[in-house]
């Protein structure tokens, strides 16, 4: 993912001539009528670019994450925005490794092909915050089915989805031993969700991106669509998360090298007092700095990727790379904007928009802070303040 090599070069290629056709005005049309992209989506799929996680025996094109981070990448430098469709990327990536075979059967070919949107992901919620443990909502059995019964925030793309897999508590957190245990994944058909015991209801954010709350009174979801085993939920979620961390640092490096992109041209063309603006140091290294730093997390996100895509275990490196990456994408998004001078903030020139969306990353996913407790703790012993 290096500038110096880039990975999958011709899948980027390919990926850029696809963008081509998505360019700033489109967007920004979006971005004041806060809709979402779906042509660019349907675009996307019909490239097969968000099956490549998915086997081929499933109808995807199995080429692993190296190749989604190429492509998610590249979309964002072209400055279209990945977050409308990463999950469907992704999120199925908890039936591929706990669903059962007829599961992984009904579900995974249609959402390779497109038919099935599976890209809604309902963890968070509004008092539990990031202590995902205290989760709420939740799922009592009764005769075939699962009664869903709570509240989530920040549900991004439930109404752009057919499919959501959804966190719930089967056993109350006091009655299951351990604060992780007792917490299980279903499989929500959205179709038939909403309307009988699903609401949904957008929330209007500084950033376009079909973020949702939802509430569930006496939703009821049929037993056969629990994955895995009930109660061990956490572990099936806490499995996606590296995936998605390193897919988001990817959106990150393509963020940070628009940004560069975009500040050196303009570095160069600008000229006041006589000269062009980059010839001064003042403004050159802010820009150079950022290429240091962009550079230095694309090598952790590849690295990342190759550990993932290999089987070995990933949790720090994906965090790290989350982490750098976000950091990297918000300076470069600062120089780039300071670089602009006034016309930075002039919503033609595309780089309030992405400054504004390269924002998100260094909340959510996950935030830095909890990044920063992992490798404390984790990675260099030291006590737990939580
Ligand atoms: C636009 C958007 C889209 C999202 N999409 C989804 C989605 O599709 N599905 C989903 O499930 N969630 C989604 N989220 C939720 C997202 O994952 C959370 O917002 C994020 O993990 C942070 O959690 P929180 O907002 O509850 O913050 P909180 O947990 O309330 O934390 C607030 C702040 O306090 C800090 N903090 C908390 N505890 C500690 C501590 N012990 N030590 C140090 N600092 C601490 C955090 O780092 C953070 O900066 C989305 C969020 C946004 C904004």
């Known amino acids: 993912m290096s ?64 190749a989604a981070t190429a492509i998610l990448e590249e979309i964002h430098r072209s400055g279209c925005n990945g977050g409308a469709c990463h999950a469907q990327m992704y999120t199925m990536g908890t039936i591929l490794r706990h669903g059962s075979p007829a599961q992984k059967d009904a579900y995974l070919p249609k959402v390779a092909s497109g038919e099935l949107r599976l890209q809604a992901f309902g963890v968070t919620e509004p008092t539990a915050g990031t202590d995902t443990t205290r989760i709420s909502t939740f799922a009592r059995r009764d005769g075939d089915d699962y009664v869903v019964n ?68 006496n939703l009821r979801v049929p037993a056969e669509n629990l994955i895995g085993e009930e109660g061990k939920g956490f572990k099936y979620i806490i499995d996606g998360m590296n995936a998605e961390r390193i897919l988001i640092a990817s959106e990150c490096i393509g963020d940070g090298r628009f940004f560069i992109d975009r500040a050196t041209s303009y570095a160069k063309e600008r000229a006041v007092f006589g000269r062009p603006i980059g010839e001064n140091q003042g403004v050159q290294f802010p820009i150079a700095r950022s290429y240091v730093q962009v550079s230095a997390a694309a090598l952790m996100v590849d690295r990342a990727a190759a550990l993932f895509d290999a089987g070995q275990p990933c949790g720090t490196e994906a965090n790290m790379a989350k982490m750098l990456a976000s950091e990297a994408s918000w300076y ?10 006034g016309f930075g903030f002039a919503e033609e020139y595309d780089i309030e928009r992405k400054f504004r969306e390269t924002r998100l990353y260094q909340v959510a996913p996950i935030s830095t802070n909890l990044i920063l407790s992992h490798v404390a703790t984790h990675v260099l012993g030291l006590p737990k303040s939580f």
């Open 3 to 66: 500038d110096f090599e880039p990975t999958f070069p011709e899948v980027r290629e390919v990926v850029r001539k696809l963008c081509a056709d998505f360019p700033g005005e489109y967007w920004r049309r979006l971005d004041r009528e806060r809709t979402y992209p779906a042509e660019f989506v349907t675009a996307l799929t019909d490239a097969g670019f968000l099956s490549v996680l998915i086997p081929e025996a499933y109808g995807g094109s199995g080429l692993g994450l190296g």
């Open 150 to 217: 709570g509240q989530k925030i920040w549900i991004s793309r439930a109404e752009h989805s057919d499919l959501m897999v959804l966190l719930c508590r089967t056993t109350a957190r006091e009655q299951a031993g351990k604060p992780s245990n007792g917490m299980s994944v279903l499989l929500v058909d959205m179709r038939e969700a909403v309307g009988n015991g699903l609401t949904i209801r957008p929330i209007r954010t500084m950033l376009n991106h079909a973020t949702t709350e939802l509430f569930f009174d």
């Open 332 to 341: 470069a998004a600062d120089q780039c904007l300071q670089t602009h001078g």
